[in-house]
Structures are given as C-alpha cells and as structure tokens.
C-alpha cells in the first residue's frame, strides 16, 4: 500500500529555493567582521605633495632644506565600520584572499562604539601623533623644545606610589651628586639610561608652585617578548608631558586617515627637513610606528599590508617597530629589506647606513624574530 504525502513532497521541493534565498540575504546582509588590505604610502619628504596639491608635511618659522631621499608613510585600507560590518559576501570572498585580512569588530572596537565615535578617535590618535612628531623630530634636530613633565601617579606596586603626588612637575633628578635639569620627557629618559635600577635618586618637583625634593627609588626596565631590556632604569611613575613650547611651527596636509602609526616617519621628515642634506641619500625608505615625546617607537597594526603599499611605491627598504617583527615574517616583498627599530636614534642609524648603502651591520626583523625564540626557548 503507497501513502501519499503531498505536502511534504512540496516542502522538499521548497527547501532548495528557501535556502538560495537565505544564502543571498548571508551574503547581503552585515556581517560582524571588517576587512583589511593594503593601503595607499604617502611621501611625506620635505616638498612632496599630496593629491590636493599640498605639502603633506609643512615647517615655518625656522630654516629648513630640500632632501633628495623619500620617505614614505603606509596606510591600511579598512571596508567596514564600528557599527556596520561588511557584507557577508565581501568577508566570505576576504577569506581566501591573500591580500585581505578579517577581524571580528569586537576585536578591534570596544563595545557600544559607534562609527562616528571611533572616527572621531582616529583623528584624534592621528592629531596627537602629529604633536608628538614634531617634538621628536626637532629634537633628533637638534632644536630646543621644552616642556612640562606632570606626575600623574603610579602603579600600586611601584616603591615610589606614596612618595608622589598628582601634578608634581618634574623639575631635575639628582644621582651621585650631579644635578640634571630636566627640560624634556627625552631629556628625563636620557638621565635614567644612565642610572641602574634599584638606586637612590634625588628628584625635585613643584608641588602646588612649590619647590620640594623627592626621594626616589629607580627601577628595572621590563623584558620585552623578544628578550630586548632597554637600558638604565625607570621610575615607575605614570608622566604626562604638557606647555610644550616649539622653536618651529609644523603643518600637516594628510586628509582621512587616522590613527597614530604615522609617527615614526612624520618625525623622520621634520628631522630631514630641518638638518642639511638628506637623512637617506636619494633612497626611497617607507615605515611605520607611533612615536614618543621621547623618541620611542611603538607597535602599530595590518603592517604587512603596509609592507605590500610600500613596495608598490617603490621602496626597497622598511622600518618596522621591533614589537611588530613577527608579523613580516613571510610577507616581505621581494627585493625589501625589513629592518627592525625601537627609537628615533635606531631610526636615524638605518637610514644612515641606507644612505651609504653599508646596511649589513643593521637588525633585520628576523634578526629579531630569531632572538624572540632563543629567548622563549631559554625561558
């Protein structure tokens, strides 16, 4: 005996159509991811435009010289925002692209953020860094910028956390009995270079607009993940730099792009700008990295997309923050020398070994990645 059962044999006649249907609003639809790829590289040199006819980076106010070297900044291009991933088919397709990264938005943007307010971060990251550039540029310069240095506490665990208070202005640091005024967050660093850790230093303030001496205990610099101590000591002390007075004025002509990884090559273009002749001969050098009042760089994101941007631009040589090594490993351009830095200084030695093409003595990002094992593998 045949049981019919018609609607379920129309049902299953559907359900090739239904799930059609479905797979297109997937694909239509917002995903929760964004998508990186390789961004545009801007030659922020002393007299190179950009595309609204600018110069990208711009100094008055003091004596400044034309280079012949060209000296990149790299982007990342992102599709997607705070509050609206891409389509579900761009970040399907993304996943077998070589060239395309995809990151959960959680990963990337805190929770509730918006696309207008992270918008509004990216400039300001991109504002701060181009502050801080000037500062490290014109010192590397040689040019005198002061500055306040403003205690804003300490870490609980620091020996120093009771002895200082919010807003003590930093004024010298007294060890051994040599007394250094201190005029800058560069100058501060360079004294407790020189200071071991676990010493006693002397430290004068303002507190309130009155002068008192602090007794401090220094302390040791944390290892980094590969292996590198930075040298001397620190004062585990949380230090805002503030009334910063500049010998120049600088001008940026960089619209639509945020964030602060900029920093590094900002600085090295206000350097090449104000020092005669040219800080990498008539070589093309791209990099990335944010930058410090005191010269340090930092870790930055999508640096192998940067890498690619670059080379499209014809650089043949990168400068990558050290902590982001790990992450060119594999995605060098052919023909790209990937050096690793850490300052300003390390900076400005590469480009002086690219200038005169002597570059066997510098650290490679795999120089880096290399030690990063040996020291995981000794710890």
């Given at each position: 005996?045949?049981i019919q059962?018609?609607?379920?044999?129309?049902?299953?006649?559907?359900?090739?159509?239904?799930?059609?249907i479905l797979?297109?609003?997937?694909?239509?639809?917002?995903?929760?991811?964004?998508?990186?790829?390789t961004?545009?590289?801007?030659?922020?040199?002393?007299g190179?435009?950009?595309?609204?006819?600018?110069?990208?980076?711009?100094?008055?106010?003091?004596?400044?010289?034309?280079?012949q070297?060209?000296?990149?900044?790299?982007?990342?291009?992102?599709?997607?925002?705070?509050?609206?991933?891409?389509?579900?088919?761009?970040a399907?397709?993304?996943?077998?692209?070589?060239?395309?990264q995809?990151?959960?938005i959680?990963?990337?943007?805190?929770?509730?953020?918006?696309?207008?307010?992270?918008?509004?971060?990216?400039m300001?990251?991109?504002?701060?860094?181009?502050?801080?550039?000037?500062?490290?540029?014109?010192?590397?310069?040689?040019?005198?910028?002061t500055?306040?240095?403003?205690?804003?506490?300490?870490?609980?665990?620091?020996p120093?956390?009771?002895?200082?208070?919010?807003?003590?202005?930093?004024?010298?640091?007294?060890?051994?009995?040599?007394?250094?005024?201190?005029?800058?967050?560069?100058?501060?660093?360079?004294?407790?270079?020189t200071?071991?850790?676990?010493a006693?230093?002397?430290?004068?303030?303002l507190?309130?607009?009155?002068?008192?001496?602090?007794?401090?205990?220094t302390?040791?610099?944390?290892?980094?993940?590969?292996?590198?101590?930075k040298?001397?000591?620190?004062?585990?002390?949380?230090?805002?730099?503030?009334?910063?007075?500049?010998p120049?004025?600088?001008?940026?002509?960089?619209?639509?792009?945020?964030?602060?990884?900029?920093?590094?090559m900002?600085?090295?273009?206000?350097?090449?700008?104000?020092t005669?002749?040219?800080?990498?001969?008539?070589?093309v050098?791209?990099?990335?990295?944010?930058?410090?009042?005191?010269?340090?760089?930092g870790?930055?994101?999508?640096?192998?997309?940067?890498?690619?941007g670059?080379?499209?631009?014809?650089?043949?040589?990168?400068?990558?923050p050290?902590?982001?090594?790990?992450?060119?490993?594999?995605?060098?351009?052919?023909?790209?020398?990937?050096?690793?830095?850490?300052?300003?200084?390390?900076?400005?030695?590469?480009?002086?070994?690219?200038?005169?093409?002597?570059?066997?003595?510098?650290?490679?990002?795999r120089?880096?990645?290399?030690?990063?094992?040996?020291?995981?593998?000794?710890?």
């Amino acid at each position: 005996m045949k049981i019919q059962l018609p609607a379920l044999t129309s049902l299953n006649k559907r359900i090739p159509t239904v799930f059609f249907i479905l797979m297109l609003i997937c694909l239509v639809m917002p995903s929760g991811y964004i998508v990186q790829t390789t961004g545009e590289a801007f030659d922020v040199s002393a007299g190179a435009s950009g595309a609204n006819g600018k110069n990208l980076v711009t100094i008055t106010g003091t004596t400044t010289y034309p280079t012949q070297s060209t000296l990149l900044m790299t982007t990342v291009s992102s599709f997607g925002t705070a509050s609206v991933g891409v389509p579900g088919s761009l970040a399907a397709l993304s996943m077998f692209s070589p060239d395309r990264q995809l990151y959960p938005i959680s990963l990337i943007y805190p929770p509730d953020t918006t696309a207008e307010a992270a918008k509004r971060q990216d400039m300001a990251e991109m504002t701060e860094s181009q502050d801080t550039a000037a500062i490290a540029g014109m010192q590397a310069a040689g040019l005198p910028v002061t500055m306040k240095l403003v205690i804003k506490g300490a870490p609980d665990e620091s020996p120093n956390s009771t002895v200082v208070e919010d807003g003590d202005v930093i004024q010298a640091v007294e060890y051994r009995g040599v007394r250094h005024q201190i005029t800058s967050f560069k100058a501060l660093q360079a004294i407790l270079g020189t200071i071991s850790p676990a010493a006693t230093i002397h430290v004068d303030v303002l507190r309130h607009s009155e002068p008192l001496t602090l007794t401090l205990t220094t302390q040791k610099n944390p290892t980094d993940p590969t292996g590198y101590t930075k040298p001397g000591s620190r004062l585990g002390l949380f230090v805002a730099v503030d009334d910063v007075t500049y010998p120049a004025h600088v001008t940026y002509a960089v619209e639509n792009i945020g964030g602060p990884s900029a920093g590094q090559m900002f600085s090295l273009a206000i350097d090449d700008a104000l020092t005669p002749g040219s800080l990498a001969g008539k070589n093309v050098v791209a990099g990335t990295g944010t930058i410090q009042a005191d010269g340090e760089i930092g870790v930055i994101g999508g640096i192998a997309h940067k890498m690619k941007g670059a080379a499209e631009r014809g650089a043949h040589y990168f400068l990558a923050p050290a902590l982001n090594c790990a992450e060119t490993i594999g995605y060098e351009p052919n023909g790209m020398r990937i050096f690793a830095v850490r300052t300003i200084d390390d900076s400005l030695r590469a480009l002086a070994a690219i200038k005169a093409g002597k570059t066997e003595g510098l650290t490679t990002c795999r120089d880096v990645v290399h030690q990063a094992q040996e020291y995981a593998h000794r710890r």
